[in-house]
């Protein structure tokens, strides 16, 4: 048992080791059943957005005009329209699906951009330090200390809405959360015996950051990392919703809801569907990040493991 | 604590500082700023005459220096689409924006509180699982949606609040709600973990060793040093609040700071976008000061240094 949750923590990628650490894993995950549940959420959303726009993407845009406002629950125009249709009479579960893709891409982009640049100027900020560390702080804490939203905004107004721009300006709200994380870790982590003594044995300072600090500081960031995915989405479907975000012919399930708006009173699913697939997957990011941070905790992780050896 | 309120407020002057520079540099960057303040369709002899009227046709460092000059004798520039200063817009909006986001920070404030206290007396207890579910639910959903299910609940379905407005009491209760939702699941978590801690320190073994009861020990003894936390996040979330006023106000028609703001980017009027985002860096800003100093006033620790 101790050896094969070891295994999670170790980087050998020996065959027989894999299998066992994704059974680990898979264990870890089903003794949390909210954070299973979750999981499965996010690989039905995952497998969507990579093989949706493929599967489903004609019917996703293709117009009924008999079928406009179709409402949900009503099986005799087939299954495609369980979800009903919207004022074009394009069948909304395809939709969704179809849509899942661009939602997805835009918040993996940012959250990729952030991360990778945040990391970085978090890693020289807390081993450098110095002044070059201080300026980063403080062009941190302003662009912290504004409501992004708004800041969003008005950059958009001024740039063009372009899928580009919105990435970009989800992208600089997000970096300071990683900065201040992987520097905060970077300073109190450097100071351990084994760094030291890598240093004193003389390794490289590119060495040392990335070979014996940056794994430490990893899996806080991939934890952080999930639950900003859910803030980036719902930033970017608010910024959608308001108009500033994602234009057509693109669509993402905020673009979807915004579109809905208008027949609110008379057609309610045309806003509720989008609205509760990104309300499902923000949730189940939240539940899956708060599992990790149990899993990655050696501390904490006997919480998940404890039930097994009652029955063992 | 002066010393350290002087130190905020320096950083703070400084990031408006820099706030300005970027907004004024971003309506140069994209072409003439008369394209940004102009319709779309005015024709060339109309945007020469407004380019040479702003001084728009004088090199950069004069244009910011009178850029500059403008925004200390509060001078923003007239809105285009009413032909009111925009300044004046931005300040009759704000006070609604402004009582928006107490209602909501209070009542999610208070409800958190109770609730995160509540579930700590009893870790793993039934009411702590729920509310942790619940606290879970309500951090994670998108705010435009619950507004949305909410008036088709309430407002379309039931009928028992308007849909939009500001008139009546009635008209502001799902606004709120609909803003309080997020902080709230957030600040339950902290208030629930902060209490947790603060439940097994030595102090409060001694308070329940004396006899005192179980709503004593949360609500007299630990309530205070279990606030900290929360009152830092609650600060964090206040910018947030903002955010979610912006979508909130869109929806329920609310004359506040986010509407005027999105009416202003749909009618291209410059000036009050400017205007609106210098007011909310400075509320923002005096804001942080608050919080800074409720925290001295419920930690003697900031307060001595």
């Known amino acids: ?312 | 604590m002066g010393f350290y309120l002087g130190k905020r407020a320096i950083w703070s002057g400084l990031s408006l500082f820099l706030l300005v520079v970027m907004v004024f540099f971003m309506a140069r960057l994209t072409g003439s700023p008369a394209d940004l303040y102009l319709p779309i369709d005015a024709p060339t002899s109309m945007r020469e005459e407004f380019s040479r009227l702003h001084g728009f046709d004088q090199p950069v460092y004069v244009q910011f220096f009178d850029f500059i000059r403008g925004l200390l004798t509060l001078d923003f520039g007239q809105s285009l689409r009413q032909g009111r200063p925009a300044l004046a817009l931005v300040l009759e909006a704000m006070p609604t924006t402004l009582l928006l986001a107490l209602y909501s920070i209070t009542s999610a404030l208070v409800i958190a509180i109770v609730t995160g206290a509540l579930a700590a007396w009893r870790p793993n207890s039934v009411f702590d699982r729920i509310a942790t579910l619940l606290s879970l639910i309500g951090a994670s959903l998108p705010n435009f949606w619950i507004a949305i299910v909410g008036v088709l609940v309430f407002a379309v379905g039931l009928r028992l609040v308007p849909t939009s407005g500001t008139g009546s009491i009635s008209q502001w209760i799902l606004p709120v709600a609909v803003l309080a939702i997020r902080p709230c699941g957030l600040l339950v978590q902290v208030a629930r973990s902060s209490m947790i801690s603060v439940l097994s320190s030595a102090y409060v073994k001694t308070a329940r060793a004396k006899g005192a009861r179980g709503g004593r020990i949360i609500f007299v003894h630990a309530l205070r040093n279990a606030m900290l936390p929360v009152i830092t996040v609650a600060g964090d979330q206040a910018a947030g609040i903002i955010n979610g006023a912006v979508i909130v106000e869109t929806i329920f028609g609310f004359p506040g700071i986010g509407k005027l703001m999105i009416d202003s980017i749909t009618y291209r009027d410059f000036a009050v976008i400017q205007a609106g985002v210098m007011v909310t860096a400075i509320a923002i800003f005096m804001l942080n000061v608050v919080i800074d100093i409720v925290y001295a006033v419920l930690d003697p620790r900031i307060r001595m240094n």
């Open chain 1, 1 to 312: 048992m101790a050896n094969q949750t070891h295994t999670l923590t170790t980087s050998i990628p020996d065959e027989a080791m894999s299998e066992n650490r994704i059974k680990t894993v898979l264990r870890l995950l089903w003794r949390d059943k909210f954070a299973f549940v979750a999981a499965i959420i996010l690989t039905v959303t995952v497998f969507s957005a990579l093989f949706g726009p493929w599967l489903l993407g004609r019917s996703a845009t293709m117009m009924n005009l008999r079928a406009r406002n179709a409402p949900p629950f009503d099986l005799s125009r087939g299954f495609e329209y369980i979800l009903g249709a919207d004022s074009l009479g394009r069948s909304i579960l395809a939709r969704v699906v179809f849509a899942s893709q661009t939602t997805m891409m835009i918040a993996a982009a940012a959250v990729i951009c952030s991360l990778i640049i945040g990391t970085l100027l978090g890693l020289i900020a807390g081993y450098r330090g110095g002044l070059v560390g201080e300026a980063i702080m403080r062009i941190t804490d302003i662009v912290m200390s504004f409501p992004s939203l708004l800041l969003a905004l008005v950059v958009l107004y001024v740039f063009s809405p372009a899928i580009s721009n919105v990435i970009i300006v989800l992208a600089i709200t997000r970096i300071p959360i990683y900065l201040r994380t992987t520097r905060a870790e970077v300073m109190e982590i450097r100071s351990r015996m084994f760094v030291i003594a890598a240093e004193v044995t003389g390794a490289s300072t590119m060495r040392l950051v990335f070979k014996h600090i940056l794994p430490i500081v990893a899996p806080t960031l991939v934890t952080i990392m999930t639950l900003d995915f859910a803030f980036v989405m719902l930033a970017e479907a608010s910024l959608s919703f308001l108009g500033l975000g994602v234009q057509a012919p693109n669509v993402t399930w905020g673009v979807m809801v915004a579109e809905g708006r208008a027949y609110l009173s008379t057609a309610w699913w045309l806003s509720f569907w989008p609205g509760l697939a990104i309300a499902l997957v923000t949730m189940s990011l939240n539940l899956v990040s708060n599992w990790l941070r149990i899993a990655t905790d050696p501390v904490q992780r006997w919480r998940l493991e404890k039930p097994e050896d009652k029955n063992v």
